[in-house]
């Protein structure tokens, strides 16, 4: 007779044992798995397995960031154990990262970086990336030139404060094995053509935060080059092999010399308060005029002079300006084949700029065109000159425009859309202008006249297979249906 239901229950199944694998493993295997994990990850694991005590200081690669720590002492007691103390000697170090912030209060002592730096020798680095302040950066660069080892080399620091701290470079510079060398430090004229002379086999030079009034710079190896200035009157490269150039202009910059034949890919920035002589832009452009992929973006003033130029490699075209600077660039680029630009402080005077600017682009396959309006304007006005139809466009399939679709700019995207014969893809977003309070009334002419998306607003617009049938002719006839009597002109509209 079977027992009544729950005066005999059933015994509960065994514990389960949990069983260590992972100490079982050999340490190079367990090497291999926390070198997968980022640096404070492998060092939790600690508390895993007594295997794992410690063992993430013998790591290949070292990342110490000072952020966690909330005072430096416990910071610098850390690196000390795992690099200095707790690291044997036959164990190599290929990378070392040391990050703190750039305030003093969380400066690190420089005692125990040239500490850090001089062990880091002794285990034959390869990479160093070190994120200092300004005092600390500048006092240890003799010992960090003197590793023989040194394949790349990353010091950080804050531009703001280098103008008081000028690095010293050693006599001997043993590191000669330098590929990629990047330094945040204002070093003098003399001293940085001296330092880039003895480093044969450099590929990638970048240089922030000099102050100098002379930079001359020369290598046949370097192949990749960024400059970022804050001062400058004179600037001489020469760099026959070199492949990638990005240029941030000083602000005193009066006399530019490139020698760079076999650049594919250059860019140039200038966000100066003072004005840039036309002569020193145009020759940094003919330095490059071999480029395939040009970036220009000039938020300055430019001494009126027109630019005549030539790229007849360039392929893409990345372009961000002023207005009032289109009529200095005059360019032809014959087998553009995208282009993306970015115009502000639109204003009704500078439609026949833009007409004129565009047939520099006119051969380009894909564009995005986007156009701010000045803040001041007080009524819509039109993107092209009305008096002149829109350049021809006889290569392009794809076209994405961002600015205030009104009544005006509207009449120029369906003339625009006449001129491009086998355009298949266009996309309009509505930007609303700035404006004060006290043309909140006047925000109505202003308003889109994109017809109803899916989403029920006026904002966005998009059309595809233009080239199929009479689809463009669909798409214009749709893009007219908000507009007002083609009788009434733009300037006429109600203020």
Known sequence: MADPVGLHPEPPPPPEVLVDQLSDLPEHLLLKILSLLPVHRAVQTSCLSRCFHGLWSALPSLYFHRRPFTITPRFVKMVDRALVFGRD???????????????????????????????????????????????????????????????????????????????????????????????????????????????????????????????????????????????????????????????????????????????????????????????????????VANAVVLELSIETYLRCCEMQLSFPRLEYFNFSCRMCLLKLFQAEMPVLRKADIHLSSAKEEFALQISNFLKCVANSVYLKLAIRDDWAQ?????LFNSNK?????????????????????????????????????????????????SKEKKKTNWQSKLPRNSEGNYKHACFMDLHTGDEKSRVIKLLSRRLTSKKRKIGELAI
């Not at 590929?203 to 046949?220: A, F, K, N, P, V």
Request: proline share 6%; hydrophobic share 40%; net charge neutral.
């Open 378 to 382: 007080l009524k819509p006005f039109h």
């Open 89 to 287: 000697r036959s164990v190599p170090l290929e990378t070392l990262c040391i990050e703190t912030c750039y305030y003093s209060r969380c400066s690190l002592p420089q005692k125990s970086v040239a500490r850090w730096i001089n062990r880091a020798a002794h285990l034959g680095v390869e990479h160093l990336r070190l994120r200092l302040e300004s005092t600390t950066a500048t006092a240890v660069c003799c010992s960090i030139f003197s590793i023989r080892s040194l394949e790349s080399l990353h010091i950080e620091t804050s531009d703001d404060l280098l103008r008081n701290h000028k690095a010293l470079i050693p006599l001997d510079i043993v590191s000669t094995s330098l590929k990629s060398l990047c330094l945040w430090l204002n070093i003098d004229s003399p001293e940085l053509t001296r330092l880039i002379g003895e480093l044969p086999v450099l590929e990638y030079l970048e240089l922030r935060g000099i102050d100098q009034d002379i930079i001359d710079i020369s290598s046949l190896s370097i192949r990749t080059l960024k400059l970022g200035c804050k001062s400058g009157k004179i600037m001489k490269l020469a760099f026959p092999k070199l492949d990638h150039i990005q240029i941030c202009v000083a602000n005193n910059l009066e006399m530019f010399h490139g020698e760079m034949p076999l650049v594919s890919k250059a860019g140039f920035i200038s966000r100066s308060p003072r004005e840039v002589p036309v002569l020193v832009l145009e020759s940094i452009l003919k330095s």
């Open 389 to 437: 139809k829109p350049p021809l466009f006889p290569r392009l399939l794809s076209l994405e425009l961002s600015t205030s679709c009104h009544e005006a700019t509207i009449k120029d995207v369906i003339a625009l859309l006449e001129n491009c014969p086998i355009l298949n893809y266009l996309e309009t977003s509505h930007v609303d202008p700035d404006m004060s309070i």
